[in-house]
């Protein structure tokens, strides 16, 4: 089967796809994306650890009107890997949809992934399976969100949230500038972090989306350690997607915090403006690394622990006729974490292209990682 891997030369999608080719179930990867010698390159990096596979790669513009249709030709499955998702997620869906293929994304925008939804007639129609959202948080959160809830006769709360050194999640400060200024394009992560944290982010309530100002919310969530976190409301996807599966729900909420916790305050700043419309994302990206990498011993003091990443799952409802709370994370092996870069996002979006070129995943039109099995679940046991 043919995949085509937009955004493949990065370093999310780049382990999925050595997942991809162990399993035996890629026989072509087209790698795409703007910079045709940067996608040939990882190509000819992947064919020689997987020669099994025909690797090649193309130039390819998700924001270019047909940019894409060229490479669908005979196509079973679009990864989607660029950034920022508020920008790219649709345009890859519509041109999925018209062309007949499968898609599948690790978006983690609130809007985008609503937007997205409102596509699934029309993927439905046309024989596609869209998982949109399936990476770390969202996607292995979001099962755990559903696995935590169906623990309760009924849940009616579900707040998720995690915490990540800045520099970890988002690169360091100087040599995403660098990058920015040899490349002219600004990191897609960056730009979504602040988005989801600047966009009068939203969470679900009694029936709703209701939005808040950016840094207004702050909520503490325990961890199974005996641990706590502290984060802030953000415009994630999970609160979209979560209450169309389980239907209890009064609240769902996703939270976020970065470490340390000055750098907290420069987001939060930046992020205002934002939401003034004073500033778009690309440049306030800028701005935060120019700031992070000319005044580091303001933004980054305190103790830094790059492996300090918890994520928390709290589910409120009823068990046994009693209430109850029940609270789930992740363990993650940090030496496997270091050993293969990105595997935390790529390990789940890697399994769910399997599971979809297997045949596994049923579903047609766009789901979520918490539907695309069950739709029909209601979240109450």
């Known amino acids: 089967m043919k995949i085509v891997a937009l955004g493949g030369a990065g370093r999310y999608c780049r382990p999925a796809l050595e997942i991809l080719a162990e399993s035996g179930l890629a026989a072509e990867v087209v790698i795409a994306g703007r910079s045709e010698a940067s996608a040939a390159a990882t190509a000819a990096e992947l064919a020689e650890a997987h020669p099994e596979v025909a690797w090649s790669g193309a130039a390819a513009d998700v924001l270019e009107p047909n940019g894409l249709t060229p490479l669908l030709e005979d196509t079973a499955l679009l990864l989607n890997t660029t950034g920022p998702y508020f920008q790219t997620l649709i345009p890859a869906l519509e041109a999925a949809i018209a062309a007949g293929v499968h898609y599948l994304d690790y978006s983690e925008d609130g809007r985008a992934a609503e937007a997205a939804l409102a596509l699934s007639a029309k ?50 400060a100087g040599e995403c500038l660098a990058e920015i200024e040899e490349t002219g394009r600004v990191n897609g992560a960056m730009q979504a972090v602040l988005q989801a944290f600047a966009e009068n982010p939203r969470f679900f309530r009694d029936g709703d989306l209701v939005e808040t100002r950016p840094f207004a ?165």
Not at 127 to 145: D, K
């Open 123 to 172: 993927a439905e129609a046309a024989g596609v399976t869209a998982l949109i959202g399936m990476g770390e948080a969202p996607g292995l959160n979001n099962l755990l969100c559903r696995h935590a809830a169906e623990r309760l006769d009924r849940c009616d709360r579900l707040e998720t949230g995690w915490i990540e050194d800045v520099e970890s999640l988002l690169g360091d």
């Open 217 to 381: 919310e702050q909520r503490r969530l325990p961890l199974p350690d005996g641990g706590e976190m502290q984060g802030y409301v953000v415009g994630f996807a999970e609160p979209v997607t979560l209450p169309r599966t389980l239907t209890s729900l009064a609240e769902a909420v996703a939270v976020a915090g970065l470490s340390p916790p000055p750098v907290n305050e420069l987001f939060r700043q930046v992020c205002g403006r934002m939401a003034d419309g004073e500033v778009v994302a690309a440049d306030a990206a800028v701005e935060v690394f120019t700031a992070l990498a000319e005044n580091p011993e303001r933004w980054l003091a305190g103790e830094r622990d790059p492996e300090y990443r918890p994520h928390s799952v709290v589910a409120t409802g009823e068990k046994d006729g009693r209430a109850a709370r029940l609270a789930a994370t992740f363990r993650w092996d940090f030496a496997t974490l270091e050993a293969r870069e990105g595997i935390g996002t790529a390990a789940g979006f890697g399994e769910a292209a399997k599971a979809i070129l297997g045949g596994e995943i049923a579903a047609r039109g766009v789901v979520a990682p918490e539907a695309a099995n069950n739709a029909a679940s209601t979240g109450s046991m």
